[in-house]
């Protein structure tokens, strides 16, 4: 889990992987988040798909009247190459399997995909493929290897393995997209992320820590013993428990509607209790209020904060 990669760093990680990338007009700025109101991220992954058609990169754009564009992140052709589409949420994954989503954050073999309990488009990037589908129409070896750099730029950026590839066809019940195999596909995008890497770019790879805001433990401790107390709403720390609460929301143990008001309310200490049992923690020690080991290991499951004591 971590934060989206920039429009810049995005650009810089994909050519640093060797692609040549094509930058539709306007593709920065394309997204779904202001009109869903729900802004795109933290991400967990990478989803590859097949268009089932041909010609379609307008369309990925676009959109159609049912589902407003952009369809992706990007759109590889088979003879066009690679094309920057869209830039924040993008209309390309839907609803999946909550399941299959905590796997793919936890780097884990996927569960088969049963159920469609989650949003896709929160925590996903995606590929679309130029391809009919149809199992006779074939995957040029160039556009397929450019599939698995596409994949492996965007692993390597963020500090993931192949097992935070998924194909579209494993997250979401009844789609068969892409239909190649996709453990082969993970094989190449882990040999790739293996390879040496000839060309470095100015990426900062998501391990890194430099950049990563940081929570104060000691504060942090004070709110989560101050606001439930307090009067409704009450904040003693903004900014390390609106990171905290972002990291509880994207793995799972607090729901988005409570997260991002400030405030380490009740509900938010249930879920760092969560947390803390998840962790193996018990007693007094899962009560809900953070403690070093905890934080430490919540700001580097989540990739989206360092911990000062
Ligand atoms: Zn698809």
């Given at each position: 889990?971590?934060?989206?990669?920039?429009?810049?760093?995005t650009?810089?990680?994909?050519?640093?992987?060797?692609?040549?990338?094509?930058?539709?007009?306007?593709?920065a700025?394309?997204?779904?988040?202001?009109?869903?109101?729900?802004?795109?991220?933290?991400?967990?992954?990478?989803?590859?798909?097949h268009?089932?058609g041909?010609?379609?990169?307008e369309?990925?754009?676009?959109?159609r009247a049912?589902?407003?564009?952009?369809?992706?992140?990007s759109?590889?052709g088979?003879?066009?190459g690679?094309?920057?589409i869209?830039?924040?949420?993008?209309?390309?994954?839907?609803?999946?399997?909550?399941?299959?989503?905590?796997?793919?954050?936890?780097?884990t073999?996927?569960?088969?995909?049963d159920?469609?309990?989650?949003?896709?488009?929160?925590?996903l990037?995606?590929?679309?493929?130029?391809?009919?589908?149809?199992?006779r129409?074939?995957?040029?070896d160039?556009?397929?290897?450019?599939?698995?750099?596409?994949?492996?730029?965007?692993?390597?950026?963020h500090?993931?393995?192949?097992?935070?590839?998924?194909?579209?066809?494993?997250?979401q019940?009844?789609?068969?997209?892409p239909?190649?195999?996709?453990?082969?596909?993970?094989?190449?995008?882990k040999?790739?992320?293996?390879?040496?890497h000839?060309?470095?770019?100015?990426?900062?790879?998501?391990?890194?820590?430099?950049?990563?805001?940081?929570?104060?433990?000691?504060?942090?401790?004070?709110?989560?013993?101050?606001?439930?107390?307090?009067?409704?709403?009450?904040?003693?720390?903004?900014?390390?428990?609106?990171?905290?609460?972002?990291?509880?929301?994207?793995?799972?143990?607090?729901?988005?509607?409570?997260?991002?008001?400030?405030?380490?309310?009740?509900?938010?200490?249930?879920?760092?209790?969560?947390?803390?049992?998840?962790?193996g923690?018990?007693?007094?020690?899962?009560n809900?209020?953070p403690?070093?080991?905890?934080?430490?290991?919540?700001?580097?499951?989540?990739?989206?904060?360092?911990?000062?004591?």
């Open positions: 889990m971590a934060i989206p990669l920039s429009a810049a760093k650009l810089a990680a994909l050519k640093a992987e060797g692609l040549t990338v094509h930058e539709h007009a306007g593709w700025t394309h997204n779904r988040d202001a009109a869903t109101g729900k802004p795109f991220g933290p991400v967990i992954g990478v989803l590859i798909h268009t089932a041909h010609g379609d990169k369309l990925c754009y676009r959109g049912d589902l407003p564009g952009p369809l992706c992140h759109w590889l088979k003879a066009e690679l094309w920057m869209g830039h924040g949420r993008a209309n390309h994954a839907g609803a999946v399997d909550l399941d299959v989503l905590d796997a793919l954050r936890a780097q073999r996927l569960p088969h995909d159920e469609a309990d989650a949003d896709g488009n929160d925590c990037y995606g590929l679309e493929i130029e391809n009919l589908g149809n199992g129409d074939p995957y040029p160039a556009q397929y290897r450019q599939a698995v750099l596409w994949a492996a730029a965007l692993c390597r950026a500090g993931w393995s192949e097992k935070s590839v998924a194909g579209h066809k494993e997250v019940p009844g789609k068969i997209d239909s190649f195999d996709m453990d082969d596909f993970r094989a190449d995008v040999k790739q992320l293996a390879a040496v000839t060309k470095p770019g100015p990426v900062t790879p998501g391990a890194g820590t430099a950049s990563k805001p940081r929570v104060d433990l000691s504060r942090l401790v004070r709110a989560a013993k101050t606001d439930p107390g307090a009067r409704q709403g009450h904040v003693t720390y903004m900014a390390g428990t609106n990171l905290v609460e972002a990291a509880l929301v994207g793995l799972g143990y607090l729901g988005r509607a409570f997260a991002g008001d400030g405030s380490f309310g009740s509900t938010t200490v249930a879920a760092y209790a969560k947390w803390q049992r998840h962790l923690f018990t007693g007094a020690d899962a809900g209020v403690g070093k080991v905890s934080l430490t290991r919540l700001g580097d499951t989540s990739g989206l904060f360092t911990v000062v004591a």
